[in-house]
């Protein structure tokens, strides 16, 4: 089982966080954690690394109702998306997690229906590309 679903794009990275940002706004999720990969190599280990952004996004509704059927499935939230730009130089690349895949550890069964949804909505975000 694949454990991301990706979409490679020809747009700049900047444009492609943007556009990224906005593609999940639609589909029902708030960014809530950032990471800039880039910079924290560059800083904490002096390391070139190409751009790379971490993006911790969040529906707030499924959330809730998660956390409601299995109170410790908050250590896989938020929903983890990658925006970078291909180590090939070729476009910039969206990667979401697959929160199937991730919480099929979890024996629930009102959690993997809840998955589901969120992965769907993941994969519609990520086709708005």
């Known amino acids: 089982m694949t454990y991301y679903f990706s979409k490679t794009v020809s747009d700049p990275f ?29 800083d904490k280990l002096e390391i070139d690394f190409r751009p790379y952004i971490i993006l911790g996004a969040c529906n707030p509704k499924a959330a809730h109702e998660a ?36 919480m099929s550890a979890i024996d629930n069964p009102a959690l993997a229906a809840k998955a589901e949804e969120i992965g769907a909505r993941l994969r519609r975000a990520l086709d708005r590309l």
């Not at 990224?20 to 910079?39: C, H, W």
């Not at 908050?74 to 910039?92: A, Y």
């Open 67 to 102: 956390l409601s059927v299995e109170d410790k499935v908050g250590v896989m939230l938020p929903c983890n998306v990658i925006v970078q730009q291909r180590p090939d130089g070729e476009g910039t690349e969206v990667a979401a997690v697959d929160p199937a895949a991730s």
């Open 14 to 42: 900047e444009a492609t966080v943007g556009r990224t940002r906005e593609a999940l706004k639609a589909e029902g999720f708030g960014v809530i954690t950032e990471i800039d990969v880039t910079a924290t190599f560059r």
